[in-house]
């Protein structure tokens, strides 16, 4: 049996090579660790005592589950005892402020999707780690081209982590008889022609044109301008559509749409949108919002939604070309101008 590269061995060669290595490879560790527990309480569910019952609402108005509540509880206690400024969660209102003299700051998701749990459906913890600069707020409002590391965890039939790490991605899976990540794929890239596409298509009639000529196009298939057959998945789980992409190739499309709430997009900047545009853009992939690429934007608030449309390079691009030349403003009318306007116009 082929014997394989522990998490540990890896970030120990990792750690000699970038700058604040040790405390990046400390900060990783400690969130891996609490990864392991955290699968166990997820696959135990209801016999350990997760109910899966509203247990109220976090600072961005989104309802918490007690198993929310149980991982940013797990997350936050295994970072505190690494070398972290502050830490971020998306059930937390502003930064916890740790150790202010410590060289790292930590935006975290601690459990993404927790709804697709009473389904069964794979879900994950995000995270995104930055140096500390001047003060900690003004460290999470730089740009997502700041981010040092980033990466997921996914529960679902394998526990795997996604580690996007001195510009490479590789992927482990969790051994459940030593408790440890073993590095099944290093420096993974995203394939450039997969012809598959992700988005909630039940929200057509509230998207903006140019999102919408693109599905288009992808949908009219053979017989439109691409001249070939496209498939649609949609798995509505992030940390599984971004596995997915790294795995299969293709874009997922969570755009901005008309509806109340969903203007500026849904997705959070700094925990869900700035580490997964990390993945990508290290694994040759791109995100965007489709106007401007994520890892440029900085956040103006702790939990600043946008739109975000990641995978190949190629597909974002064809986004993004649509989105040229038109107004940026919401028109859900059919007007003509969408209706022609493409990739070959």
């Known amino acids: 049996m082929e014997e394989r590269m522990t998490l540990r061995s890896h970030l120990d060669r990792s750690a000699s090579q970038a700058p604040q290595g040790p405390a990046i490879a400390a900060v990783i560790a400690a969130i891996a660790a609490a990864a392991i ?31 929310d509540l149980a991982a940013d509880a797990m997350m936050r206690r295994a970072l505190r ?11 937390l209102a502003v930064p916890e402020l740790l150790d202010t003299k410590a060289p790292l700051c930590v935006a975290i998701d601690p459990l993404d999707g927790s709804a697709n749990l009473a389904n069964n459906i794979s879900v994950g913890t995000i995270f995104s780690i930055r140096p500390h600069g001047n003060d900690v707020l003004s460290t999470f409002f730089e740009p997502g081209t700041a981010q040092c590391a980033a990466g997921f965890v996914i529960y679902g039939p394998q526990t795997m982590l996604v580690l996007a790490l001195d510009g490479s991605v ?19 890239r995203i394939a450039s022609d997969t012809l598959e596409f992700a988005i ?5 009639r509230h998207w903006y044109g140019p999102v919408r000529a693109y599905i288009d196009e992808c949908l009219a298939g053979a017989d439109g301008n691409h001249g070939a057959d496209f498939n649609m998945r949609w798995i509505g789980s992030l940390v599984a559509e971004s596995l997915r992409i790294l795995v299969r190739g293709g874009v997922f499309l969570y755009p901005a749409d008309a509806r109340p709430g ?7 900047l700094l ?19 489709g106007r401007r690429r994520i890892l440029e934007l900085s956040a103006k608030s702790p939990h600043q939604r946008v739109p975000l449309i990641m995978g190949s390079a190629r597909a974002v691009r ?5 989105h040229e030349g038109v107004e940026p403003m919401f028109d859900n009318s059919n007007a003509p101008l969408f209706a022609r306007r493409g990739l070959f116009l």
């Open 37 to 67: 527990d955290l699968s166990a309480v997820i696959a135990d569910g209801p016999l350990g005592g997760i109910t899966g019952k509203n247990s109220g609402v976090n600072p961005d108005g989104d309802q918490q589950k007690d198993i």
């Open 81 to 91: 005892a690494c070398p972290v400024a502050a830490v971020l969660s998306e059930e």
């Open 170 to 188: 590789d992927v482990f899976i969790l051994d459940g008889q030593v408790h440890e990540f073993l590095l099944i794929k290093q420096g993974a």
């Open 200 to 204: 909630n298509a039940s929200n057509r």
């Open 262 to 268: 969903y203007r500026e997009g849904r997705l959070r």
């Open 271 to 289: 925990y869900e949108a700035h580490p997964m545009a990390l993945v990508m853009e290290w694994a040759g992939g791109a995100a965007t919002t």
């Open 318 to 322: 064809d986004v993004v070309a649509i």
